[in-house]
């Protein structure tokens, strides 16, 4: 079974401060993919980023980062110089491959309150 | 660039009645998904569709909850007797195919109130 633990439930911070949101999964399987949605307070899932469990490379999307470690089964989001458009929840997920499709499993979402 | 629609947005039933979720998944897309999101709560799988059945469903899929794709445009929820429960976010998502969730798409949502 597939499990991903976001510990964090709330953060607040400060505009323009830099932030990282943790994420820790767990699967058995070889072929995974990991995912990170934000859900701003409309409650549509917008899709940040996807991926595949033999690219651990770092990505950079403007002020948004991401480190995918392995060794730790961590896949941590950061955000440089938070504004407060970036408050939301967001949440981390996991989908490994079946015959049925992907299901994602998600963590329990962080609250990221960025205020002036 | 292509969007899952689901409808109406937001649905309020009394408690009891029957109510069906609609969605229409991107055209290309073969695999299709329900899920459930409790406020405040995390986004929970209910249940996903391929080739015209269910391919797998969560102990939440139960016996009043069932999925329909009557005229291969539209995928629908049905759920048989509501309860206060039921509330929740409903989230429709389609895929093109299991080798990997590429376009992988979630529908902007169906809030269902149940008074």
């Known amino acids: 079974a597939q499990k991903v633990t976001q510990a964090q439930t709330e953060i607040s911070v400060v505009e323009k401060e830099d932030v990282t949101l943790d994420c820790v999964y767990e699967?058995?399987?070889?072929?995974?993919?990991l995912f990170w949605y934000k859900q701003p307070p409309s409650g549509e899932l917008v899709f940040l980023i996807r991926?595949?469990?033999?690219?651990?490379q770092n990505e950079i999307s403007g002020r948004y980062s991401w480190n995918f470690q392995k060794s730790t089964s961590s896949f941590n989001f950061t955000i440089t110089a938070s504004q407060v458009v970036d408050s939301a929840v967001y949440f981390c997920?996991?989908?490994?491959?079946?015959?049925?499709?992907?299901?994602?499993?998600f963590g329990t979402g962080t609250q990221l309150k960025v205020e002036l | 660039e292509p969007e899952v629609t689901q409808t109406p947005s937001h649905q309020v039933t009394q408690m009891g009645q029957e109510v069906i979720l609609r969605c229409v998944p991107i055209?290309?897309?073969?695999?299709f998904y329900w899920y459930r999101q409790i406020l405040g709560q995390k986004v929970e799988f209910l249940v996903s569709?391929?080739?015209?059945?269910?391919?797998?469903k969560s102990e939440i899929f139960d016996d009043q909850f069932s999925v329909e794709r009557p005229d291969g445009s539209n995928f629908t929820l049905k759920i048989r007797s509501t309860k206060l429960e039921d509330s929740a976010m409903y989230f429709c998502?389609?895929?093109?195919?299991?080798?990997?969730?590429?376009?992988?798409?979630f529908g902007s949502g169906t809030r269902l109130t149940v008074v």
């Open positions: 699967t058995r399987d070889t072929t995974y993919y």
């Open positions: 991926r595949n469990s033999f690219d651990e």
């Open positions: 569709f391929y080739n015209n059945e269910i391919s797998e």
């Open positions: 055209s290309n897309h073969l695999y």
């Open positions: 998502a389609s895929s093109e195919n299991n080798q990997g969730p590429y376009g992988y798409t």
């Open positions: 997920a996991l989908s490994v491959l079946t015959g049925g499709g992907n299901k994602l499993t």
